[in-house]
Each structure stands twice: as C-alpha cells, then as structure tokens.
C-alpha cells in the first residue's frame, strides 16, 4: 500500500490559481498510476486529473486547459497545478494510487490508496 498526504490547498479568488502536492510513501511510486479526485458539498467524488506510470495524462472536460497534472518520481510526489480557477471549482481535491486496472485505467475502482483530502475554496 502507499500512504498519501495533500499539501497546499487554499482560499482563493475567481481566476487564481493553486498548486496541490502529494506526497507519497510506503512502495514504489514509479509503478503507480496516480489521479486526483474532487468532492464538493452536496455532489457525489469525481474524477478530475490522472497520470499514469509511463506519464500520460487524463483529464475531466471541467478542467481541461485549466488543471495541469504531473509528478516527480525522484521526489515521490504528484501535483495539480489549478489555475483560472472558478467558484464551481471549490471542493476538497484527493489525491490518489493505483496499481493498475481495466480500462478506462483512471477509474475511482482502480485506485486503492487515498489521501485525507485537502481543501480548495474559490471566492468571487
């Protein structure tokens, strides 16, 4: 198992922008497949960003040209960089991993390691 922490959520105003990091330990980050997840008040988990162990990435059509996902094996870590960020945005971001799965390899039921969660809120 990989055990995940989130750092660096925020307040922030309409059009800023954020940076999130995970921090990863236990197993081999390189082998894993790592996405981050949002939930906001009232609204079921869903999937925002995934990169996969050879560096693809994945993206929700909400945040697509707007979040950036990347990772940094030597330093066990994968970030999201949010940016023109909206109201709509605000939620608490999960970071997650996984060993692999079916496709699509992003799905919520691939990822068996998850984060506390770190909260991100976009004011007007």
């Known amino acids: 198992q990989v055990q995940l922490v989130e750092s660096g959520g925020g307040l922030v105003q309409t059009g800023g922008s954020l940076r999130l990091s995970c921090a990863a330990s236990g197993r081999s980050f390189s082998d894993y497949n790592m996405g981050w997840f949002r939930q906001a008040p009232g609204k079921e988990r869903e999937f925002v960003a995934a990169i996969g162990w050879r560096g693809s990435t994945v993206y929700a059509d909400s945040v697509k040209g707007r979040f950036t996902i990347s990772r940094d094996n030597a330093k066990r870590t994968v970030y999201l960089e949010l940016n023109s960020l909206k109201p709509e945005d605000t939620a608490v971001y999960y970071c997650?991993?996984?060993?692999?799965?079916?496709?699509?390899?992003?799905?919520?039921?691939?990822?068996?390691?998850w984060g506390p969660g770190a909260q991100v809120t976009v004011s007007s």
């Open positions: 997650a991993a996984s060993g692999g799965g079916p496709e699509p390899w992003y799905r919520a039921a691939s990822f068996g390691s």
